[in-house]
Every structure is written in C-alpha cells, then in structure tokens.
C-alpha cells in the first residue's frame, strides 16, 4: 500500500467517524451528553464490516500484494498500553496514531484469511498437477498438503540431477533373447524369442514377472515363433507374434488371454489405446481396429486397405465412440477412421516417413528428402481435424529417427536424429529452441518434460539432460542399442534390445556370454518411498516381499548445483 492509498484510507475512514457521531448524536442525544462519546475513537461493528473492511479489500486488490510495513514489537506494545488506556478524543492527537495502527491492523487480518483460505490452496495444487483426482473434502488443511507436494516435488528434482535412488534389472528370460518392450505407468511388458511374454510390475518392492500363458501346444517346445511387438495399458497387454498372431490378455483377470485373432502374413506394426480398449493392427496392406462390446466379446471396428506396407501405426487418443489411427506406409501417411474409409493426409513420392508420433489434436512425422531437389530431412507436423500441414521443422542432413509428441510440453516437440543431435522445437515458432550432441551412433529413443530430456542412442547409452542449462547430468551405457524409453516424474525405464536374435555361442549356461547378446531391461526409481508392498494388478501379486536392487549415489557427468 503506497502513500497515496494510505491518506486515501485515512481521509474516507475520519469521514466514516464523522458519519457514524453525526447518526449517533440524532438517535440517543441524551446519553451522548451523559457520557464519553465513543465514536469519536471508533465506529460501530456494523459500519467496521461494511465500510473500512470493503475499502480495504479494494485496496488491497489494487495493491497486488501485501503491505510493506507492519508494526514493530514496540508498536504493538505501544498499539496495546493505548488500548488499555482511557480513550483519546480526536482532538488530543491520539486518533491519527489510532487510526494508523488500525490499518496494519486491519490489512494484516485480511491477508491472513486470504492465506488460509482453503479452496484458493486447493487449486493451487490443481493447476502445478498435484491430486489431480482429489476433492476438496479429501483433507482438512490444503495448505500443508500443497507444500508437502512442493517438498515432495524438490526432492525428487534433486535425485534426478544426482542420480540418487535404486535401479533393478528386470529379470530376463533364460535361452532367449529380448525382442521388443514396452511401458505404461511402471508397468513393463516383454517379448522374447522363445515366445515368452512377461511382465513386471516396477512400482512395488517386488518386482514379481508373471509370464503370460499364450495357446499354444505345450507339447511343441522351442517351437514357438518370435515374439515381434508387445504394448500395454492400464488394463491389457498385447503380443504379435512372428507367425501372424496377436493375443490380448486383460491384466485385471488372470494371465491367460481373453483374445486371440490371426493374420494370413506377418505382422509388421502394431498399436494400443493408452485410454480405452483399442487395438490397431497392421498385416500385408490391411490395417484392423479390435475392440470389445458392451458384453466384452471382441469384434473388428473397422477394416482398411492400403496401397504399401505399413511401417508405422499409432492410434490417436481422446476420439471419443469412433476409433482412430495414423498409419505410414513407405512415402504415403494414411489417416484411419473407424466410420470413414482410409484417406491419405500426407504423400510426396520419393519422400518415405521415418518415425511416427501422434496427440489428440496433432500428429508429427519424420520425412526423408530424396531426389534431384534436395530439401533436408524435415518433421512435418499435421492438424487431424483441418487434415493440413501445420508446420514444417529442422532441416536436418540425417533421418528423423524418432520423435515424442505427446509427453512434451505443450508448444514443444522433441526428436532424435541420425546426426547424433537430439533438437527441441518450437511449434510456436517452427524453430529449433535447442540442440544437443547426444549419441555418435545416432538417437534411437527421446522424451522430455518442463527440465529435462532423456535419450538413447545406438552405441547403447541413456543420457538425462537438463536442457534449460544446456547440460548432461548423467550416463549410463549397456552394450545394445537402446530401443525403448519412458519416465515419469520419479522412475525411468530402458530397453537395449538387440540387433540380432540369435544367441551365437551354445555355451548358454554361462552368464557372461549370455549376457552380452540377450538385452537388457533397466528399472530406476529416484522416490522409493513411494513404492506399494503389492501390486494393484492381479496379475503380477505375489507373497514375496524382496526385491532384487542395489542403490547408488554416484556422481554428476558435469559439475552442478542442488536446486
């Protein structure tokens, strides 16, 4: 409150005590000569509440911000020995003093009820992404809570820039090697050339890995096709398998599958909704959409053709009733959906698509410049529902390897380049905000959020970055290339899954030549506070109650401070 505001106040309160002896004086004029006139001092509490408290208010709106000065410890015993003392007529001098110390007094109070407030607490939380699914009535005092998530949310900032937590490598599956992996929300699935299928459960203590029972005859073993795409949501796990088929298992009934549907040729991508039930399959040049009815019997919501071999298939979340999906096939980008028939969004010949993301409302793709005008390698970024080119990104001198879409803030995308550079890019602006040598054999896997970047290269190494420094925090190398990268804000997974899948040595029963060809699956959690005792999954509870990790605290790839 500044100079001007306080005569402001000062000279609208003495007129209110001016008001409230005038009104005095006509009602009770005898006993206002009989005794001490109060109002000389301080109006009634009705005219408090109406008056001074909504200038205040007021002030305090126009302010922005609380008073620069407050009373002392002496004032407050000076402010207290007045109060005790018999009142001080206006003309003595004393009422201006009062009334100074009224208005601390008065400001003080106001912003105390403003700081205690508990639904201006309660959003808060909201809008910084803490208990999103919690109500106002789940506890008593917001305040705390908000500043517990902000602790909780500094902590875990921390342990990722030092590397503090625990790390577990998933148990592997005994003479085979890793084929392709999968996450969602902690939960990792994977497929190996045995035709096993497991999955983990990585957000409790024991790390149980249940294999997932397919249908095949038991007394054929070692005869069961590769594994070659696995994905998972919250609630299924899906398998495609070298021969043509596809089994789906629902993670909350057991672990035998509740579907299964077969191809006439391999199947070279496959997708499934993060959100519901959806399943996108891609064989020869049919692209199929599975999906349960109301009864939970599975059924093909829609069926398409399309002119090349599919390289890459996503489904685009937030539909609503009618499924969609993206799908590229060499230089054509096809948009599917379930009531329509297959349009083509993107083609320029001689151009093939080299990755593939998608949002709710967008999707960005890679694309490969060939030909006697040579453009650069762009990402071409689409609008789904005016089905135009928004923005045209990079011009890179290598292939768009990959690119994350949908976990990216908004206004950004981050991408990884055979160039060895991992860019960020400015959708606002289509222009790159920021480039990072990451990788020399080129980058295989990105993500990142509002601090930090996470890569994997070819040669086989995971790098967190915090990109609003410029920096590499730390490292971590395995001997495959990394194919599969997710986090959240308090653990990290990592696949390095081989090029190759077949063990050359037939020495199996030694660990270390094993080791070297089958792939490695890498758990982090940087909050292990936060793990559960067992798992909310049907499928992956067990009674152990161990898990096999060791923790670390090691040091910084660059010198860096604790914020």
Same mark, same amino acid.
Request: proline fraction near 4%.
């Given at each position: 409150?500044?100079?001007?505001?306080?005569?402001?106040?000062?000279?609208?309160?003495?007129?209110?005590?001016?008001?409230?002896?005038?009104?005095?004086?006509?009602?009770?004029?005898?006993?206002?000569?009989?005794?001490?006139?109060?109002?000389?001092?301080?109006?009634?509490? =009705?005219?408090?509440?109406?008056?001074?408290?909504?200038?205040?208010?007021?002030?305090?709106?126009?302010?922005?911000?609380?008073?620069?000065?407050?009373?002392?410890?002496?004032?407050?015993?000076?402010?207290?020995?007045?109060?005790?003392?018999?009142?001080?007529?206006?003309?003595?001098?004393?009422?201006?003093?009062?009334?100074?110390?009224?208005?601390?007094?008065?400001?003080?109070?106001?912003?105390?009820?403003?700081?205690?407030?508990?639904?201006?607490?309660?959003?808060?939380?909201?809008?910084?992404?803490?208990?999103?699914?919690?109500?106002?009535?789940?506890?008593?005092?917001?305040?705390?809570?908000?500043?517990?998530?902000?602790?909780?949310?500094?902590?875990?900032?921390?342990?990722?820039?030092?590397?503090?937590?625990?790390?577990?490598?998933?148990?592997?599956?005994?003479?085979?090697?890793?084929?392709?992996?999968?996450?969602?929300?902690?939960?990792?699935?994977?497929?190996?050339?045995? =035709?096993?299928?497991?999955?983990?459960?990585?957000?409790?203590?024991?790390?149980?890995?249940?294999?997932?029972?397919?249908?095949?005859?038991?007394?054929?073993?070692?005869?069961?096709?590769?594994?070659?795409?696995?994905?998972?949501?919250?609630?299924?796990?899906?398998?495609?398998?070298?021969?043509?088929?596809?089994?789906?298992?629902?993670?909350? #009934?057991?672990?035998?599958?509740?579907?299964?549907?077969?191809?006439?040729?391999?199947?070279?991508?496959?997708?499934?909704?993060?959100?519901?039930?959806?399943?996108?399959?891609?064989?020869?040049?049919?692209?199929?959409?599975?999906?349960?009815?109301?009864?939970?019997?599975?059924?093909?919501?829609?069926?398409?053709?399309?002119?090349?071999?599919?390289?890459?298939?996503?489904?685009?979340?937030?539909?609503?009733?009618?499924?969609?999906?993206?799908?590229?096939?060499?230089?054509?980008?096809?948009?599917?959906?379930?009531?329509?028939?297959?349009?083509?969004?993107?083609?320029?010949?001689?151009?093939?698509? #080299?990755?593939?993301?998608?949002?709710?409302?967008?999707?960005?793709?890679?694309?490969?410049?060939?030909?006697?005008?040579?453009?650069?390698?762009?990402?071409?970024?689409?609008?789904?529902?005016?089905?135009?080119?928004?923005?045209?990104?990079?011009?890179?001198?290598?292939?768009?390897?990959?690119?994350?879409?949908?976990?990216?803030?908004?206004?950004?995308?981050?991408?990884?380049?055979?160039?060895?550079?991992?860019?960020?890019?400015?959708?606002?602006?289509?222009?790159?905000?920021?480039?990072?040598?990451?990788?020399?054999?080129?980058?295989?896997?990105?993500?990142?959020?509002?601090?930090?970047?996470?890569?994997?290269?070819?040669?086989?190494?995971?790098?967190?970055?915090?990109?609003?420094?410029?920096?590499?925090?730390?490292?971590?190398?395995?001997?495959?290339?990394?194919?599969?990268?997710?986090?959240?804000?308090?653990?990290?997974? #990592?696949?390095?899954?081989?090029?190759?899948?077949?063990?050359?040595?037939?020495?199996?029963?030694?660990?270390?030549?094993?080791?070297?060809?089958?792939?490695?699956?890498?758990?982090?959690?940087?909050?292990?506070?936060?793990?559960?005792?067992?798992?909310?999954?049907?499928?992956?509870?067990?009674?152990?109650?161990?898990?096999?990790?060791?923790?670390?605290?090691?040091?910084?790839?660059?010198?860096?401070?604790?914020?």
């Amino acid at each position: 409150m500044d100079d001007h505001s306080l005569e402001e106040f000062r000279r609208c309160w003495q007129e209110e005590l001016a008001q409230a002896q005038a009104q005095r004086k006509r009602r009770r004029p005898e006993a206002a000569e009989r005794r001490p006139r109060r109002a000389d001092v301080a109006p009634g509490r =009705g005219e408090q509440a109406s008056g001074y408290l909504a200038l205040a208010q007021g002030l305090l709106e126009g302010a922005g911000r609380p008073p620069a000065v407050r009373a002392t410890r002496a004032e407050r015993q000076d402010a207290a020995s007045r109060s005790r003392s018999p009142p001080v007529r206006e003309g003595a001098g004393g009422g201006e003093q009062l009334v100074d110390q009224l208005i601390r007094d008065l400001v003080s109070k106001t912003w105390k009820v403003i700081a205690e407030d508990e639904v201006l607490w309660y959003r808060l939380c909201q809008q910084e992404g803490h208990l999103l699914e919690s109500s106002i009535s789940d506890y008593s005092c917001w305040k705390l809570i908000f500043q517990e998530c902000r602790a909780k949310e500094h902590m875990l900032r921390t342990n990722w820039k030092n590397r503090k937590g625990a790390v577990s490598e998933l148990e592997h599956v005994p003479d085979a090697v890793l084929c392709d992996v999968h996450s969602h929300d902690g939960v990792v699935i994977a497929g190996y050339t045995s =035709g096993d299928v497991r999955v983990w459960d990585t957000r409790t203590w024991d790390y149980v890995a249940p294999f997932l029972e397919s249908e095949y005859e038991e007394d054929e073993p070692g005869m069961q096709p590769y594994v070659s795409f696995v994905r998972i949501n919250s609630s299924l796990a899906v398998a495609a398998y070298e021969d043509g088929f596809l089994n789906i298992w629902d993670l909350r #009934t057991g672990k035998y599958p509740v579907h299964r549907f077969e191809h006439d040729a391999r199947i070279q991508a496959l997708a499934l909704s993060q959100e519901d039930a959806t399943v996108a399959t891609a064989s020869a040049f049919d692209v199929v959409m599975l999906y349960p009815n109301e009864e939970g019997h599975w059924q093909i919501a829609a069926e398409f053709e399309v002119q090349k071999l599919v390289d890459y298939l996503e489904i685009v979340p937030d539909t609503g009733r009618y499924p969609v999906a993206v799908a590229t096939a060499g230089d054509l980008v096809y948009l599917l959906k379930a009531e329509d028939s297959a349009r083509t969004l993107h083609y320029v010949y001689g151009q093939p698509v #080299t990755c593939l993301d998608v949002s709710a409302s967008q999707v960005a793709f890679g694309v490969k410049s060939l030909g006697w005008v040579y453009e650069g390698n762009k990402i071409l970024v689409y609008s789904l529902e005016a089905e135009r080119c928004l923005s045209k990104l990079g011009n890179a001198l290598g292939d768009f390897t990959c690119v994350n879409l949908r976990n990216s803030p908004p206004s950004l995308m981050v991408s990884g380049n055979m160039d060895r550079r991992v860019r960020i890019h400015d959708l606002r602006t289509d222009k790159i905000a920021l480039s990072l040598s990451a990788h020399q054999l080129g980058v295989s896997a990105v993500q990142m959020d509002d601090w930090k970047i996470v890569s994997g290269g070819e040669e086989g190494l995971v790098s967190v970055w915090d990109y609003r420094m410029n920096r590499k925090l730390w490292e971590v190398h395995s001997r495959h290339p990394v194919r599969h990268i997710a986090f959240t804000s308090h653990s990290l997974i #990592t696949a390095n899954v081989p090029y190759e899948r077949v063990v050359r040595h037939s020495d199996l029963d030694s660990f270390a030549t094993h080791r070297r060809h089958r792939g490695l699956i890498h758990a982090y959690e940087f909050a292990v506070d936060q793990l559960a005792f067992q798992s909310p999954l049907p499928v992956c509870r067990s009674s152990c109650d161990t898990m096999t990790s060791y923790n670390y605290d090691l040091a910084l790839a660059f010198p860096y401070d604790n914020i």
